[in-house]
């Protein structure tokens, strides 16, 4: 092996060291940095003023900002980069900063902290049921923090199922969280009656979304179990957006039998997940979407469209198809009755 092939640890340091991206991201959201340098306020010193912090920590995180690739350094002025703009700077109407308070959560974070455990055990150590506990307040959280990163597949979605053509639907969302797939639904087609099922505090914010998107008069809730509650029956659509990944395959067959029962003949389901190829390695952020799974849930996974087409055709799902997001590394398949 010759100099210029030569293998050096740079890998596995910044391996070990990735923690610290995400601490340095998180601290900079807080600290409400990126928004400041898009106001024009360019140099650590002003900075520091702004977002009251140290001249030493700012000129720091900065700089490892701009390694990371998230700002621009030209002299002592600081600049933002392509996805900070789009993304952190909170003017932006892309704005997903409130995902640091889901993402960043303490509860996900010590998922993490025995990896080791969690392999040999082959599933969560944070509790019997982890993520999906009855009533877990986390998805509170959820709700309050994830609905902008959701908001660009929603409309994709929507799009997709020609929502805007106006038939009078009817369209059970389940686990709905902050409910913008079924709010989204309802914004388009002024026909369409939505029915959002989730803990009824989870609903509680899906609620204010539904008024503050003007569509409150036709936003349902049903709270409880999607395993448990009663769907009732003559659905059009029924939305299952990151949903399924949390359990494994029988489980996940079972509530598509649930779900089979409840659409009208023609009717469609429409699934949103992390979608790798059978190779499972492929493409990069569904493939490794299958790790949050082991370490938050007792059997949850990333599976491939193989699999799920499985599923469905044994929940008694006459097709199903896989369609790509443009703005999102999920996938969309859509299977009918």
């Not at 995400?22 to 340098?37: M, P, Q, R």
Request: aromatic share 8%; proline share 5%; with cysteine.
């Amino acid at each position: 092996m010759d100099r210029q092939t030569a293998l050096t640890p740079e890998l596995i340091f910044q391996t070990l060291n990735a923690y610290q991206l995400t601490a340095a991201l998180k601290g900079a959201i807080e600290l409400d940095v990126f928004t400041g340098i898009g106001e024009g306020v360019r140099t650590a010193h002003a900075l520091a003023e702004r977002c009251q912090a140290s001249d030493r920590g700012m000129r720091i995180l900065c700089d490892f900002l701009v390694v990371a690739g998230l700002l621009t350094k030209d002299g002592d002025q600081y600049g933002l980069g392509p996805h900070a703009a789009a993304f952190l700077d909170r003017r932006s109407p892309a704005y997903l900063g409130t995902m640091v308070q889901f993402l960043g959560a303490p509860e996900l974070r010590d998922a993490f902290q025995d990896l080791a455990a969690v392999v040999r055990r082959g599933g969560t150590m944070m509790g019997a049921d982890g993520t999906v506990a009855r009533e877990n307040p986390l998805w509170v959280t959820f709700a309050r923090s994830m609905a902008p990163m959701m908001t660009p597949a929603a409309e994709e979605i929507a799009a997709l199922i020609d929502a805007g053509a106006g038939h009078k639907w009817r369209v059970l969302d389940i686990a709905a969280g902050h409910g913008v797939f079924g709010i989204t639904i309802a914004r388009r087609n002024p026909n369409a009656e939505i029915v959002a099922l989730d803990w009824a505090r989870v609903l509680a914010v899906a609620q204010e979304n539904a008024q503050a998107a003007g569509v409150a008069s036709r936003f349902h809730t049903l709270p409880g179990s999607a395993f448990e509650a009663d769907y009732g029956g003559g659905f059009d659509i029924v939305l299952l957006t990151n949903f399924l990944h949390h359990f494994d395959i029988p489980t996940c067959e079972g509530l598509l039998h649930k779900v089979y029962q409840a659409l009208k003949d023609g009717g469609r389901a429409v699934t949103m997940e992390f979608v790798p190829n059978d190779d499972r390695v492929s493409p990069p952020a569904a493939a490794a979407f299958s790790l949050i799974m082991l370490a938050t849930t007792p059997s949850g996974d990333a599976y491939p469209f193989s699999q799920y087409e499985q599923m469905f055709q044994r929940a008694g799902f006459a097709r199903s198809e896989i369609r790509s997001l443009e703005r999102s590394p999920q996938s969309v398949i859509i299977s009918r009755k």
